[in-house]
């Protein structure tokens, strides 16, 4: 981003560039974006943390199709974008001290445990339904419930790790590291879960025919969308940072490595 001064006399950032994978950016009236202003700087310095009116003259907004056939994220490109220097955040080649807050606590709601409390229930009440090859619900099927059992044990460890943090935010203490902890076993359990409900339901959660795969009625009604679900969920540990880089964080601020 380049800064100027306007014919009115105010002060500007010229931003041009490309955000890809901005989730529901179809839906947004603003972005915040983090352009490089200094480019001289090394690469985590010289970036501002911008406010952007997403109907600015310059901003188009391209859909991107995930493989379950949803449009959820999006491409987006600015060109010659014309933002108030007052809608900067903070100060001036410091933004990523500000996204870098934001990332602890958004790796922190990345780990979804009411989400994944949920979907536990959820594959419960369709293991209780679904035969087992020998006969019998499926979760009277001892390989199947010890798969349940670990996954709850890891679910119950990840909530306490997530009251643990709660309980220092409240006390004043920011999330450090132990975000990047949530954000990995988070993921993982959303995973695990997602692969857990096509395993119940067998040859019923494998028809996938994008939209109409939803609607088709093979089925019971709980395995329409699972195949969907379980491609969508494939990013979960790629988003917020993807899970490879948060062990090198823990390795780092952790252990000192």
Known sequence: AERVTGDDGKEYYIVNGQKTWTTLGQHADWGFFLV?????????????????????????????TTLEGGHEVNDVFLDNVKVPVENRVFHENQGWTCAKALLAHER???????????GLE??????????????????QDPFFRRKVAELEIDLTALEFTELRTLAGESSGKGPGPESSILKIKGTEIQQRLQELALEAAGHYGAPFLG???????????????????????RKTSIYGGSNEIQRNIISKMVLGL
């Open 36 to 64: 490089r202003t200094d480019p001289n700087a090394k690469p985590q310095a010289g970036i501002s943390f911008l406010l952007i009116d997403m109907k600015s003259p310059g901003i188009s907004v391209r859909r991107i």
């Open 108 to 118: 922190s709601g990345i780990a979804g445990v009411a989400r994944s409390k949920r």
């Open 122 to 139: 959820r594959l419960r009440q369709m293991a209780s339904t679904e035969l087992a090859d020998a006969g019998g619900a499926l979760i």
């Open 211 to 233: 939209e109409a795969g939803h609607n088709s009625g093979i089925g019971p009604r709980h395995s329409l969308g699972l195949a969907g679900d379980y491609f969508n969920g």
